[in-house]
């Protein structure tokens, strides 16, 4: 044990006291004798007479060792206390004394309770100075070390004792400020980062009081984000901190600036009692959404965890060094390591029976070998095992989920805008150079400060302009307008809504675009591109969060209800350090908030996006992972676009050779699209019609005075959206008449933004403009991807190696063992299964990624369509899928059956599954269907399989106006047949009515993700900002559901190999940057399968999408099972899946 800092002295015999009497007493405030003139052996009679009787002929070998408590009331008499003092007075010789608080507040230290043994320790109110007085007077053996508390009550000396010990702590800077001169002190504020004492602090960091018992600790956030600061308090009810939009610094008062640490959203709380013994809980970080997750009596949810070998020797290290053997501190586990940010000194776990035993026994023993041979008392020290070694059971003969894997693309956005224009003038160069442009030609400018510097010089022009019309300014006068009013937009930057992009060119641009004058000077020159809209709108971070929260069913014990929520098998196992969760994003900013949103359902968080983006989210914007740059297209893909552009520009139907040319794939949803067009220049004159008779009807409405006022959707104007028009009138004819097929993705994005959240205004003919853009668009978009199989492939690969390289470590490192942070199984107390332990990893990005990677898996020979019947028929589907649109999921669950033998082929079992996202505007009756989500099922096989689980039960009108193959027109069948079928997976019941809003037709989120069952109705209406619907989102279809582990690495790696060597680089960083020890492991679900045939087959149309009642994870779908497990008698069998 720790050396107490002060040793026993001479000690004074008690007599021993009856058994049947109370030994756990209040000491009194009897007149004592001075202790100087007292003599080993006299007894002293420090206890209430009527209280205690004291025999007076006692041997020596039988008195009593009395432990002093003395401390608040508040802390002695709590229940954590209480619970531990009872135990300790079970020790045959340890009696217990609590100090009365008016004796410790008003009486002089000599009139203090005698003990043997003194457990002191302050708190707010405490008079720390007397009790140093009564242990220097006394002398008795000190628990914790009482002249180490004053240290403790300052952060600055507690972090340089740490970093004395050689124990990691964030990195760190201390702001001592003058209280009668806070001006003078070495700080320097910038927008993004703090300078203190000339150290650099960049957000996020994070602002704490020098003074411990100050708990207003603030964590400021980069603008990037979203700027603002969480600012955290002593838990009020159930909140413990709250988020501000301030982005500024304390301007008083003394602080230490650290780093912030990215933990995934959880802090670890470690209990030490002695150097050999530490508890450690994990909680839900207070910085996260500032509420404090409670059970069903109101206190704080927090799950035991095991802590690692380095992690004991920090609790040991911290035990020692501030010589407190009843310690506390917190841990934060970040970038695979262990920081030490905070030492609260004494303090007890609350609610864990098995802490108090063991604290009780740890005390007691330390108490009896100190004391025990000096008072001659015959005790023997009880020798006990520690950590026993817990092997957890594995599932029968289920199988366990181990890891899912995540692509998304990111939610509803408004639409994507930007302008090109050429710039000359000396002041943009020297900003090129300024920001490094030079290196590499090209240069991204996002952050506030660099546009404001492009909008300074913007205005500087223009005002130049004004003032003498000559020819030296070149840049053209209509475009900086432009620039001035986009960056102008909101009155403030945020990096999310706006970029500029600069690329160098040695001799100026080469041709002329429809936009730029035929007058081109020689010599070099900036291409500017300023990128703005894009923005994920309320209906995206709605459609993201719901569908983090549907999300959760895919985990074990998804429908239970924890703290409240449905779902909580995934909650629980997050909590609970057994879920590995890494969230990635590429660098956009609707990227990164959708993530943020998905993260916030998924984990049933509360409030603002920021705090949860800088906490949950990595950027991933390295080695292409997620992010491409769509400005420099491949080789590939250049001829393809031209290949494109020449057959669209044909004026004549298309021909059967045109759809060999276009469509060689086959694809129904292409060849569909090619019949609605039949002529390409017809139709574009058709949409080019269309568009100006859009923008004169909002010029109209603009003249109206009745619509001065018209809000749009998003705080958009009519200005605006006229501005959004125009621009696309003008740039999709050229001026030599022909169309830009590259802006018909623009215009689609434009319609459907409008038809969906701008309806109300009123505007003839989008739905006739909507039906032949998409047409266009199913055409332009995919096949940009490349027209025939090679291209698609190469295409791909150029795209989302990196992210399938990734994708190949994420499924090997969860085969293979590793040193994860797990839960302690001694403690899980009401956890079923602590060994269970998923990984989980979600990458969100864009569109580009979503339809490349989808690609490789159709086309790179994963599977081969003849020889697979499940297959084939998954390929169909996917093929008469029109569009990935916002939201669209490719998931990859990989599955263990511990029964097998580890080297054989079936111990781990994959399955794929895809969702194509957002349900489309007006497409309901027209949509493929696919087989439902892990089937699992052979019977009712006289049913079509194709009536599966794609239709939408909410009675929105249909579009008539496509014509379908016959190979997909299904009919929809009545919603109450299938809602019978349902189970109770209402995951959406706890929101709808929140979300509801007047003048609304009823049409409900994840219509077909949460299939309800019939006594619960649909909420009312989704509306959002007053007018605007909030689309579901097709549910996960299953593509295949009996790969075997091996085949999906081979075809991983042969798709990667065959990518070229240009992309071994790119692995090794990926190794390091993403190695699993890099960052903070955090919590992981497994899921039991049933293990049965290998006959793969379809789940029956009436069967429900999560399986009814049971964790739909809890089921295999690797075949038939037996015809008797109906739903209801599964959810009785799966109760331990929690």
């Known amino acids: 044990m720790s050396e107490p800092c002060n040793g026993p002295g001479p000690v004074q015999e008690r007599g021993r006291i009856r058994r049947d009497v109370p030994r756990f007493v209040i000491g009194c405030e009897e007149d004592e004798q001075d202790m100087g003139q007292m003599e080993a052996g006299m007894k002293n009679e420090m206890l209430h007479q009527d209280d205690m009787e004291v025999y007076e002929n006692e041997s020596p070998s039988e008195r009593q060792i009395v432990v002093g408590i003395c401390a608040m009331v508040k802390k002695s008499k709590s229940k954590p206390m209480t619970e531990i003092l009872e135990r300790l007075c079970k020790f045959d010789y340890i009696d217990v004394v609590i100090f009365p608080e008016e004796v410790i507040l008003e009486e002089p230290v000599e009139k203090w309770p005698l003990c043997d043994c003194l457990i002191s320790f302050h708190s707010k109110g405490f008079p720390l100075d007397k009790a140093v007085e009564y242990a220097k007077l006394r002398n008795p053996m000190l628990i914790n070390d009482l002249n180490m ?34 001006e003078e002190c070495n700080l320097v504020e910038g927008e993004d980062h703090v300078e203190v004492n000339g150290e650099v602090f960049p957000k996020p960091f994070v602002e704490k009081p020098v003074c411990a018992e100050d708990h207003n600790v603030y964590i400021y956030y980069p603008t990037s984000a979203g700027g603002g600061s969480q600012r955290l308090f002593r838990k009020i009810g159930s909140r413990s901190s709250v988020y501000s939009p301030e982005s500024n610094v304390r301007k008083t008062g003394s602080y230490i600036y650290e780093e912030f640490m990215p933990t995934d959203g959880t802090d670890v709380k470690v209990y030490t009692v002695g150097p050999d013994y530490a508890h450690a809980e994990a909680r839900k970080s207070p910085a996260l959404d500032g509420k404090v997750e409670r059970d069903s009596e109101g206190k704080e949810i927090r799950f035991p965890v095991m802590l690692t070998a380095m992690e004991k020797l920090v609790a040991r290290k911290v035990c020692l060094a501030f010589k407190q053997t009843v310690c506390g501190f917190d841990l934060l586990r970040a970038n695979g390591h262990s920081y030490v940010c905070d030492v609260n000194g004494f303090s007890f776990v609350k609610n864990s029976m098995k802490y108090y035993d063991d604290c009780a026994k740890v005390l007691g023993n330390m108490v009896m070998r100190e ?95 004004g003032q003498h019309n000559d020819c030296e300014i070149e840049e053209k006068k209509s475009k900086l307008e432009q620039l001035k009013t986009v960056l102008e937009m909101y009155g403030h930057f945020s990096g999310i809504n706006r970029k500029v992009q600069l690329t160098y060119l040695r001799n100026g641009q080469p041709k002329a675009s429809s936009e730029e004058e035929d007058c081109k000077k020689d010599g070099p020159s900036l291409l500017l591109v300023l990128k703005w809209g894009g923005e994920l709108t309320p209906a995206g971070r709605v459609q993201a969060e719901e569908l983090g929260r549907a999300f959760r069913c ?159 959707y998003h705080s958009e104007t009519l200005e605006l959206m006229l501005q959004r028009w125009s621009k696309l009138e003008r740039d999709f004819r050229m001026k030599n008449g022909r169309y830009d097929i590259s802006k018909i993705p623009d215009i689609y994005d434009c319609i459907k933004y409008d038809s969906q959240h701008n309806a109300s205004v009123g505007l003839e003919d989008t739905l006739e403009l909507f039906r032949l853009s998409r047409a266009l668009a199913d055409i332009v978009i995919p096949q940009e991807y490349g027209i025939n199989k090679a291209e698609k492939l190469d295409i791909a690969q150029a795209y989302c190696v990196p992210l399938m390289k990734k994708i190949y470590l994420d499924l090997q490192r969860t085969h293979e063992e590793e040193a994860v942070n797990k839960l302690h199984p001694l403690y899980s107390r009401g956890v079923m299964s602590p060994g269970r332990h998923v990984r989980t990893r979600l990458y969100f990005t864009s569109e580009s990624h979503v339809h490349s990677l989808l690609s490789m898996f ?46 054989s082929e079936e111990r781990f079992h994959v399955e794929l599954h895809f969702s194509p996202g957002v349900k489309g505007c007006e497409d309901e009756e027209n949509v493929p269907l696919g087989f439902g989500f892990r089937p699992a099922s052979s019977e009712n096989e006289d049913k079509k399989p194709n009536q599966g689980s794609l239709e939408d039960l909410s009675q929105d009108q249909t579009d008539d106006a496509l014509p379908v193959t016959e190979l997909i027109n299904l009919q929809r069948r009545s919603p109450m047949i299938r809602n019978r079928k349902t189970g109770s997976m209402e995951v959406l019941s706890e929101t709808s009515p929140n979300h509801s809003s007047k003048g609304c037709t009823s049409h409900r989120l994840f219509q077909s993700c949460s299939r309800q069952s019939p006594e619960i109705k649909p909420a009312g209406g989704l509306g959002f900002e007053g007018c605007s619907m909030v689309p579901s989102i097709y549910p996960l279809e299953t593509l295949h559901n009996s790969l075997s582990l091996k085949q999906v690495e081979e075809f991983l790696s042969k798709v990667c190999e ?5 992309q071994a680089k790119t692995m090794k960083a990926l190794s390091g940057l993403f190695d699993s020890q890099s960052q903070t492991s955090l919590y992981s679900p497994q899921q039991p399968l049933s293990s049965s045939g290998s006959e793969a087959s379809f789940r ?33 069998n799966f109760s331990f899946s929690e």
Not at 384 to 413: F, W, Y
Not at 449 to 465: C, F, G, H, M, P
Not at 693 to 700: A, D, E, F, G
Not at 885 to 897: A, H, P, R, S
């Open 149 to 182: 508390q004053y240290f403790i009550q300052d952060r600055r000396e507690v972090y340089r004792i740490l970093q004395e010990e050689g124990i990691d702590l964030p990195r760190y800077g201390v702001l001592n400020r003058d209280p009668d001169n806070p």
């Open 371 to 465: 004391l025990a041979p000096q008072l001659h008392i015959p005790w023997s020290i009880p020798m006990e095992a520690e950590d026993i070694p817990i092997v957890p059971t594995t599932s029968g003969t289920m199988m366990e989920l181990r890891c899912v894997i995540a692509i998304i693309r990111h939610g509803d956005r408004t639409p994507k805008q930007k302008m090109k224009m050429e710039v000359r003038h000396p002041l943009f160069f020297e900003l090129f150079k300024k920001y490094g442009g030079y290196k590499t030609g090209k240069l991204k400018l996002k952050k506030p400060k660099q546009l404001q510097e492009v909008l300074d010089i913007a205005r500087l022009l223009l005002v130049e302009l």
């Open 554 to 712: 895919m985990y074990p014990g998804g429908q239970g209800d924890f703290a409240g929520f449905p779902g909580c098998g995934l909650l629980r196992l997050h909590s609970t350090y057994r879920h590995d969760l890494k969230i990635y994003a590429s660098d956009e900013g609707r990227v990164q908030m959708t993530a943020a949103a998905f993260a916030k359902g998924l984990l049933a968080l509360e409030g603002e996006l920021t705090p949860i983006l800088v906490q949950m989210v990595k950027s991933a914007n390295m080695n292409g992972l997620l992010d491409s740059d769509s400005d420099s297209l491949t080789d590939c893909q250049q001829k393809v676009k031209a290949r494109l552009h020449e057959i669209m520009q044909k004026d004549q139907e298309f021909i059967q050779d045109d759809f060999q040319k276009l469509a060689p794939t086959c694809s129904p949803s292409l060849v569909n699209s090619m019949k609605v067009i039949e002529n390409p220049v017809k139709t574009c004159d058709k949409v080019y019609a269309l568009i100006q008779s859009l923008t004169s009807q909002i010029r109209k409405r603009l003249e109206d005075p009745k619509s001065a006022d018209l809000q749009l």
């Open 858 to 903: 159709r086309y790179g020979g994963l599977l081969d369509e003849v020889k697979d019947q499940q297959w084939k028929q998954a390929m169909d589907y996917l093929s008469a899928v029109t569009e990935l649109n916002y939201m669209t999921q490719i998931v990859i669950m990989l599955y263990e059956d511990n029964n097998k033998d580890p080297s």
């Open 1058 to 1062: 065959s990518s070229g060597e240009a």
């Open 1100 to 1132: 029956p149309p009436g069967q429900p999408l999560w399986h009814g009642r049971i964790p739909s994870s809890a089921v295999s779908s690797a075949g038939p099972s037996s015809p008797t497990t109906d739903g209801s008698n599964l959810g009785l």
